[in-house]
Nanobody, 115 residues
């Protein structure tokens, strides 16, 4: 059974930091690109960061320089370090694993940036 379980979401003040984690199981983690998607209220889900098995990394412009994606191929985990958070970063964050035409999703974790 494939599982992607996100954790680390919550309420944070603007300008502060938060780290999300994704624990993966049930598939060959080291062969999959891991990504984080953000879905703001009323908007479509969009990819904000991805890391390939070879650790090639891409970021959306909106998070470049503020967010850092990483993966631990021993622990089968991925993480997203978020700094300088702003209210527009609020929403649900989803962990994603992708290889060829296979895509797996976590259930999402809520992040709210508010004073």
């Amino acid at each position: 059974q494939v599982l992607l379980v996100e954790s680390g979401g919550g309420l944070v003040q603007p300008g502060h930091s938060l780290t999300l984690s994704c624990a993966a199981s049930g598939f060959p983690f080291t062969h999959y690109t891991m990504a984080w998607y953000h879905q703001a209220p009323g908007k479509q889900r969009e990819m904000i960061a991805s890391i390939t098995p070879g650790r090639f990394i891409r970021y959306a412009e909106s998070v470049e320089g503020r967010f850092t994606i990483s993966r631990d191929n021993t622990a089968n985990t991925a993480a997203l370090q978020m700094t300088a958070l702003a209210p527009e970063d609020s929403g649900v964050y989803y962990c994603n694993a992708e290889r060829a035409y296979q895509k797996y999703w976590g259930q999402g974790t809520q992040v709210t940036v508010s004073s």
